[in-house]
């Protein structure tokens, strides 16, 4: 629904199906009927006709993030090395040039953070219209800046003209709308304006009775009008996501002895707010549930929304959706193109689009497993609710690695996210494709059931080898595997389920799979070359272990390579844990826990823990030491590593760090 000002006088002969209309009315357009007539509301809720030649309709121009009364009225967008800006001109809020009726042509930057902050850079102003067009050199120098961000100035909208009975009626059908489709605090900014409106409009008719300026309307006429605006808050919402990720959440709850379903998408990647689309009243059975859920999902799709998954809260349907003798079996909803249920709302989704296409004629799920088998008899009671919640994951986990070899094989990115984080965004901008298998898997599977690993590696180590590493986020990992580049990725991320922040276990585990044939690239005897005694010291205790330990297996190791594949060796059973914790940075009680566990790698971490202040970022260094896999990156390390090992101010520990978060960076 569109506010509108009529620019001239209507007086139909039909008054039911045309609306008569007087100059300077203001009407709410609903829909449009055809090229040349609109359907409008007018003050008194009566619907008509009205041509569109005596409607006028105002552009709404973006408020300036940081500026004061600043209307942004934009000309073209801008891309300029990754980063996008605004070509504009400065308006006020009636549309007018805002430096003293001047037309000026600024530029901004758009850029935002994962915090939905903007970048605060002050407007660019540019004399050259024509240089903005082609985007020419002189102007892209100029554009040049390192972001700051800081989050915008959202003042609410206080209306100063002439306010009237029929735009605050606008302003009230907007806000009940908002009301009545978030229940998140995102109303605030309508309710304000609602607000400021009235006391607006009481002010400028200090005579006017109140029953006058605020009439009662009737109930069922006031519902449909709020309807019918929310419903157009609500598509203007849906097309503002086409080819977005989103991620329906379903939740029930028993309201007044009526069992009440609502479905809301959350827009992780966005930073929006939970917005409820649909909802039914009713037994809340498995048909049910599938059936609400390939209706809102068909909705989605309609708009050109990308949906990651479809979660409910309930454990046995998640479980139910899985059977393969059951008619509502998530691998028949495949096909159709449904994206399944696989996560609970307090955990994180599971994208299946890429399993379908390759496990067509296959059953999807093995529940004969034998680890599973195991590991579910084993659990029994002694684990909590999430692990529960995540024995079907686990259960696809193994299956496409025991029957799916041969596809794994060919897959040149495998994306594999494991417990919460932040930057998923990433992974689609990156890699841009709907052909990504991921597979999210609580952390606590393996840390607190240290005699599953043993197991799981016993019953497959024929096939595969599991290299456990933690990996700092964003940090990409490069191996030959098979003459070929493949890259795997930590990318991770989190949720807000109902306004509540998910448990997020801080750091992520990562399995890698590497065949008998797997070989480390070895590095050029020229580029390791420590400068320092103490890094030799390193260097050589390194070469030394590495030459005794049993890895033949897995590849021929020489001096230069087992310095870095030292570090990826498979851990003993108290590995896993161990592993965990170190990578908490300055958390003492982590590593105090290595040196009473007896861990035979303790050694090597006690030759950089020359202070208290900087064992655990040497520690850090070293491992990442084993990550590097060019000879660049590898003396890159080294020479932050003669940092911190030589640092003995705060200041420079410092600069440490930070040289060390720019080489993960990038």
């Known amino acids: 629904m569109t506010p509108c000002k009529a620019v001239a006088n209507f007086s139909p002969t039909n008054g039911t199906t045309y609306l008569r209309v007087v100059k300077d009315d203001v009407l709410t357009i609903d829909s449009w009927r055809s090229d040349d007539y609109a359907m409008c509301i007018n003050s008194s809720g009566e619907k008509g006709l009205v041509p569109g030649i005596c409607l006028q309709l105002e552009d709404a121009n973006m408020k300036h993030p940081f500026l004061d009364d600043v209307y942004m009225k934009e000309v073209k967008r801008i891309t300029v090395d990754s980063k996008k800006y605004m070509h504009y001109n400065p308006v006020d809020r009636h549309g007018k040039n805002y430096d003293s009726g001047h037309l000026r042509h600024d530029i901004q930057c758009l850029q935002t953070n994962e915090k939905a902050e903007v970048c605060n850079r002050r407007p660019h102003r540019h004399y050259k219209p024509a240089e903005i067009e082609s985007e020419s050199k002189q102007m892209v120098d100029e554009l040049q800046h390192k ?38 605090s995102a109303t605030s900014d309508c309710f304000y304006s609602f607000v400021y409106g009235a006391m607006t409009l009481a002010r400028q008719n200090p005579t006017v009775p109140l029953e006058t300026l605020f009439p009662r309307y009737q109930r069922q006429k006031i519902s449909e009008l709020i309807n019918d605006k929310g419903q157009q808050i609500l598509t203007n919402f849906l097309m503002s996501l086409k080819n977005f990720y989103v991620s329906i959440q379903i939740d029930s709850a028993k309201l007044v002895d009526q069992k009440l379903t609502i479905a809301t998408i959350q827009t992780p990647f966005l930073s929006r707010k939970s917005i409820v689309i649909d909802y039914f009243i009713g037994s809340v059975t498995q048909d049910a549930l599938v059936a609400f859920g390939v209706r809102v999902y068909k909705r989605l799709k309609s708009f050109g929304i990308r949906v990651i998954s479809v979660t409910t809260d309930t454990l046995r349907h998640q479980i139910a959706s899985f059977d393969l003798q059951s008619d509502n079996c998530i691998y028949k909803l495949i096909n159709e193109g449904i994206i399944p249920y696989g996560a609970s709302c307090t955990a994180h989704v599971l994208n299946l689009c890429y399993c379908a296409d390759i496990l067509k004629e296959k059953p999807l799920f093995n529940f004969n ?298």
């Open 369 to 666: 497993n034998k680890v599973y088998d195991i590991f579910k008899k084993s659990i029994g009671n002694k684990c909590n609710v999430i692990v529960k919640r995540w024995l079907v994951i686990f259960d696809i986990f193994i299956y496409l690695l025991k029957n799916d070899s041969d596809k794994l094989q060919n897959i040149s990115k495998l994306i594999l996210i494991f417990g919460p984080a932040r930057e998923a965004s990433l992974l689609f901008e990156r890699l841009g494709s709907t052909y990504i298998c991921v597979f999210p898997i609580i952390v606590q599977l393996i840390l607190y059931y240290d005699w599953l690993m043993k197991k799981w590696i016993k019953d497959i180590k024929e096939e595969y080898y599991y290299v456990l590493s933690v990996f700092s986020n964003n940090v990409y990992k490069r191996f030959i595997y098979n003459d070929k580049m493949l890259e795997l990725s930590l990318i991770s991320f989190s949720l807000t389920v109902n306004g509540r922040r998910c448990c997020a276990m801080g750091e992520f585990l990562n399995v890698s799979m590497f065949k008998e044939e797997f070989k480390l690239k070895s590095f050029p005897d020229d580029q390791i070359s420590p400068d320092t005694q103490q890094e030799q010291k390193i260097k050589q205790r390194l070469v030394d272990d590495g030459q005794n330990m049993k890895l033949n297996e897995v590849a021929e190791l020489n001096e230069k390579s087992s310095v870095a594949l030292h570090l990826l060796r498979q851990p003993k059973i108290t590995g896993p844990k161990l592993f965990f914790n170190l990578w908490r940075m300055g958390d003492e009680i982590a590593y105090d826990d290595m040196f009473d566990s007896g861990y035979d790698e303790v050694e090597y971490f006690k030759v950089l823990s020359l202070d208290p202040v900087y064992k655990n970022i040497g520690v850090f260094a070293l491992h990442m030491l084993g990550c590097a896999c060019t000879e660049a990156s590898c003396e890159r390390v080294f020479a932050i590593l003669r940092r911190i090992v030589n640092c003995h101010r705060k200041r420079l520990l410092i600069k440490t760090i930070i040289s060390l978060y720019i080489f993960l960076s990038n």
């Open 147 to 184: 972001c700051t961000f800081s989050k915008p100035k959202f003042r609410s909208r206080i209306y100063s003209q002439i306010m009237s009975i029929e735009l605050l009626l606008f302003l009230f059908l907007e806000f009940m709308s908002k009301v009545i489709l978030s229940f998140t």
